[in-house]
């Protein structure tokens, strides 16, 4: 039966009351991910220390690799130097990276002066590998085996190295000189014989990523094969880490909180939203709405342009942000089915002329199913109920306008995307915000041209 969690305030009053021995064997009971979700609310600086001190060393550093930067960065500070190494010693060294890379230099520098000689080269050499790549999110602490070994020696090895690695399900194969050779996984040292050679029931043929890989790369990879962990090699294929899913999980919930930025026209911010200042917001989000209502600009000026057409039939101008909002959903919903397509590895660049034609074809139903129900509307709503005096004239045009409109942003909406993919940009940039600024002017253009024509005006 799951335990039932308590809340920050019963933990404050069990404090209070020093009913130690109560809290101590509920934090035994509990998950660390659940302990760190209680030590992320309000207590005192007191309180925190006192609970954090009641954890035994192991479930100290599960807990601590959990814990948001900010708590984080205070308990560091209130360590004692033995305390801050009795907790690094018990994590893994690319958790401890991750931690460091959010941390403050002052902090920083304590913790690599805390690190013994070893796991602080170790830790120097992670943290020169390009942010977001392979190499950053690896760790060094897998078990490696030789071809030459037999099963009974592999299980010695692992029993005698298990509790410092991150994982032992999967275990690598490497020569003399660590050039990854082969795998084989725990069930596969299980069923096979004990003087059986580690040589012969390994499996050769082994999918590795070079350092220097992007992360959402490593993130697809994983999606695609079912890997519990990913061998990273060097280039001359020498096996200098690994990647484990539980890394994996974080690289894409990370992108995709950056790509939902991206498509709403924010810059990502590392902090969750209550901890980001105003200020901080307002950065965030400032460089894109200046962008969007600068180049907001050309639909007024293609509108100025078009006034005296506005004038000979006012009417027109009602029809206007129908005609924008549904060019810009309708673009909204090609960029953001492409990128998706993108991200996931659905979509190439060399499927360009395949997805056009798809969204030609898309395009032409739904603009010629929302021309008839413009036109109903028109001819129902505004003339019958509204009694707006609309020509039946003026409603061709609105319906024609519609069709063009939604062909174009369908169109628009697919191919930025895989543009921006091809140069070098993220994809998410070519969403709702951007693309619904330019199938603003688009339609309004199209509008006026089909009005002026139609119309004579």
């Not at 460089?287 to 009417?315: C, D, H, K, R, Y």
């Not at 060399?350 to 509307?377: M, N």
Request: proline residues 3%; charged residues 25%.
């Amino acid at each position: 039966m799951e335990q039932e969690l308590m809340t920050a305030e019963e933990i404050r009053q069990l404090i209070e009351e020093k009913r130690f021995s109560e809290l101590k064997a509920y934090l035994m009971e509990t998950n660390p991910a659940d302990i760190a979700e209680v030590l992320n609310d309000e207590l005192s600086k007191e309180q925190y220390m006192m609970l954090y001190r009641l954890l035994p060393k192991e479930l100290a550093a599960e807990v601590f690799v959990d814990l948001d930067t900010d708590r984080q960065e205070m308990l560091i500070r209130a360590f004692s130097d033995a305390e801050l190494k009795a907790v690094l010693d018990e994590m893994y060294l690319d958790d401890t990276v991750d931690i460091i890379e959010e941390m403050p230099a002052t902090v920083v520098r304590r913790i690599l002066e805390t690190c013994d000689s070893r796991d602080r080269k170790i830790i120097n050499t992670l943290l020169k590998y390009p942010k977001d790549s392979a190499g950053s999110i690896m760790t060094p602490e897998y078990i490696c085996l030789k071809a030459d070994w037999t099963v009974e020696e592999s299980f010695e090895l692992i029993r005698r190295v298990a509790i410092d690695k991150e994982t032992i399900y999967t275990c690598y194969v490497t020569d003399k000189k660590r050039v990854l050779i082969g795998l084989v996984t725990a069930k596969m040292l299980l069923l096979a014989d004990r003087d059986a050679i580690i040589g012969d029931i390994m499996e050769d043929n082994v999918i590795a990523v070079p350092t220097a890989e992007d992360q959402e790369i490593v993130a697809q990879m994983f999606d695609k094969y079912d890997f519990l962990a990913l061998p990273v090699v060097d280039g001359e294929n020498r096996l200098v880490g690994i990647i484990t899913v539980d890394d994996v999980i974080d690289v894409m919930h990370d992108e995709i909180e950056e790509d939902f930025a991206k498509m709403n026209a924010i810059v990502a911010s590392e902090k969750p939203y209550l901890k980001t200042t105003v200020f901080e917001l307002w950065k965030n989000r400032m460089p894109w709405l200046l962008l969007l209502m600068f180049t907001a600009t050309f639909t007024g000026m293609i509108i100025s342009s078009f006034e005296s057409a506005l004038a000979a039939q006012a009417v027109l101008t009602a029809f206007i942000p129908m005609l924008m909002g549904t060019g810009g959903n309708s673009g909204s919903q090609s960029s953001v089915t492409i990128i998706r397509g993108l991200s996931v590895g659905e979509v190439e660049f060399s499927d360009w002329l395949t997805v056009v034609w798809k969204e030609i074809r898309v395009a032409v139903l739904c603009g010629v199913t929302l021309a008839v129900g413009t036109f109903i509307k028109i001819m129902l709503v505004d003339n019958l109920i509204l009694q707006s005096g609309i020509t039946p004239l003026v409603a061709v045009v609105v319906c024609l306008t519609m069709c063009v409109t939604v062909f174009c942003a369908k169109i628009i909406g697919c191919v930025l995307p895989i543009l921006a993919k091809k140069v070098g940009f993220d994809p998410a940039v070519m969403a709702s915000p951007f693309i619904t600024t330019i199938v603003d002017a688009v339609s309004l253009i199209v509008y006026f041209q089909i009005a002026s024509m139609v119309l004579g005006i």
